[in-house]
């Protein structure tokens, strides 16, 4: 039996994902608004500019509040730079004024895949890695969490059952003993799973959650974009010999991932009535499709973190 999203799970619910305009933002506001969730969708790029945003592309927050409401929940564009915390504390004060609560807040703020570089920048020693682009990675990685949990977790334990995700790459498990291309970047992805762990200590009192999720290999706009491809014709990557010059994608691609399937975690964390257990984990979305038993938008339970 094919398997297909429950359009009423989240009716009802407010949820906030911060990071909403591409990538897995896009996927989670996406997923939460299949499950017929009000969605908040915030970022800096907007129809009205990107000021501010730390990349030149065409995404936009309208485009994901309309795609929200397409697959039937409600979006909400809302622009916010998360590093600014008088801007986080507007979105605060009106969500408090318009929603009186948040049932689900998924910190997704990234921002810093130009300031990473491919692979000829991987391994570049702190002391010779250009400081001022390490600490921005730190500040949109981690800063933009801080901020935007100070401000909006008041709202999310104004009653029991609320739902905070930190989004990062790679398991607590999986990073503990691997280098991940910088010291900067190493330590951002480390951190944000603690800030579950360690926010979810915080939460467990008010009968909140807090879970870490890592998708695996994203198709993300940027990366289709890489390999000259789009979402519905993404295996050509994986084609030796490319016409054009285009790169051909690593085996591993074949095991790659749409933002839907990470987004889909991430509504069936919130539908599930016994969320708690998951408090202060960490887990990839591949995990969870494999406990809750949701596909990819192809049907598919791809797993890009375990071995071929």
Same mark, same amino acid.
């Given at each position: ?10 009716? &009802? ?11 897995? &933002? ?7 608004? =299949? ?11 907007? +129809? ?79 002391? =010779? ?37 930190? +989004?990062?790459? &790679? ?39 807090? +879970? ?16 000259? +491809? ?21 085996? &591993? ?56």
């Amino acid at each position: 039996m094919t398997w297909s999203p429950d359009p009423d799970a989240l009716r &009802g619910r407010v949820a906030v994902v911060a990071g909403a305009t591409r990538g897995a &933002g896009r996927g989670f506001a996406a997923a939460l608004g =299949e499950a017929g969730a009000t969605v908040i969708c915030t970022g800096r790029s907007s +129809v009205r500019g990107n000021a501010g945003s730390d990349y030149d592309r065409p995404e936009t927050i309208e485009e994901t509040a309309d795609l929200v409401t397409r697959l039937g929940g409600t979006g909400i564009p809302v622009r916010v730079d998360h590093l600014d915390p008088a801007q986080v504390r507007a979105l605060a004060d009106r969500l408090r004024r318009d929603h009186g609560r948040v049932h689900v807040l998924v910190n997704d703020i990234w921002g810093a895949e130009l300031l990473k570089g491919g692979p000829a920048r991987w391994n570049t020693p702190v002391w =010779e890695h250009d400081l001022d682009d390490g600490l921005r990675i730190l500040r949109l990685a981690v800063d933009t969490h801080l901020i935007t949990s100070h401000h909006l977790l008041p709202l999310l334990i104004a009653e029991p059952g609320g739902l905070l995700v930190e +989004v990062t790459d &790679g398991t607590t498990g999986s990073n503990a003993d691997r280098y991940r291309i910088s010291v900067f970047y190493d330590l951002a992805k480390a951190a944000v799973n603690r800030l579950a762990f360690s926010q979810g200590h915080e939460l467990a009192p008010y009968g909140a959650t807090a +879970v870490a999720i890592s998708p695996g290999w994203l198709r993300s706009e940027m990366m289709l974009d890489n390999y000259g +491809v789009t979402e519905d014709n993404w295996r050509d990557a994986l084609a030796p010999h490319r016409s054009g010059g285009l790169p051909t994608a690593p085996e &591993g691609f074949a095991r790659s991932e749409s933002p839907r399937y990470v987004g889909r975690a991430v509504a069936a964390l919130a539908a599930d009535p016994d969320r708690a257990r998951w408090n202060q984990r960490s887990v990839t979305s591949a995990e969870l499709a494999g406990v809750y038993g949701f596909t990819d938008t192809d049907g598919t339970r791809p797993d890009s973190w375990s071995t071929p």
